[in-house]
């Protein structure tokens, strides 16, 4: 009885051993078999099913009817280039740039104060401000801020009392800058995109400015720099992938924004929200389709110049 049980564990256990030892000697086979069913998933529901939206754009809408047909067509690339549509395409790419420059330098003195000025429960505690406002709906966030800029929110107070009314007017164009006419502005518009994705900002470069060697910063102490010009030669150059990681968040989150523009600023389209007027409001498929190309191109692009600075190091 004990030869049979004896002969029934190597049995089951040999092709376990010899699988295992197969896996020891040729680790890549083992790297292979944990990441092919993930990569499946990954290639088959999200990239087929995006390409799958991407081929539609080739489409034919028809105006009368209302129905897509599958006749390949380049119209709907070429009504991107349209001047509405590319007022549509120069807006949220401005957007999105600018939104990007605000928040790197609001977010880098936070950062910086976070890497090299706080420990232990004050570090904590600017980990929890920062990401606090990420915990609540990004939805009840975009409303808050509509009472915030309307007329008679807090945002016309600091208006009214610091005497901004005249600057606002001048530099940004704004007649009659109040509550109610911020609210309706670009500027506004522009405030709530900085404040919901600074955090986002934040973090990454905090990342990077606290892998900076200390003896770099003695070194050039050493040698005479003066604060200044450890910031100018030192800390700036080496936190600039921390920089570049923060900023693929803001371009790419503003780049496909809709419900922002919806909520705040004057009408008028960003790409977000033409791909869900087209889709939702109008039934145009292709057109939506064509549209959300145009993001994917830019984040592209974006992510080629900033992978030149380091960015995805800094990830």
Known sequence: MQLALDTRTAAVGGPLRRLSSLLYR???????????????????????????????????????????????????????FQPANYDIILRTLGMAVAVSLAAGLLAFPIAYYMARYTRGKTKAFFYIAVMLPMWASYIVKAYAWTLLLAKGGVAQWFVDHLGLAPLLQLVLGIPGIGGSTLSTSHLGRFLVFVYIWLPFMILPIQASLERL??????????????????????????????????SIFTFSLTLGD???????????????????????????LPMAAAFTLVPIVLIAIYLSIVKRLGAFDAL
């Not at 050039?220 to 700036?236: H, K, N």
């Not at 929200?273 to 939702?280: D, I």
């Open 258 to 284: 809709f419900i922002v523009p919806q909520l705040v600023g004057p009408p008028g389209y960003f790409i977000g929200s033409m791909v869900y007027a087209q889709q939702g409001a109008i039934g145009n």
């Open 26 to 80: 040729k680790p890549n086979l083992y790297l292979s078999l944990l990441l092919v069913p993930p990569l499946l998933w990954f290639g088959a529901i999200y990239l087929g099913s995006l390409l799958a939206l991407l081929w539609q754009g080739f489409y034919t809408f028809d105006d009368f009817t209302m129905a897509v047909t599958p006749e390949l067509t380049l119209a709907n690339l070429g009504a991107l």
């Open 213 to 246: 060697p200390p003896n770099l910063l003695q070194a050039s102490a050493d040698l005479g720099a003066r604060p200044a010009q450890t910031f100018r030669q030192v800390i700036l150059p080496l936190s600039i992938p921390g920089i570049a990681a923060g």
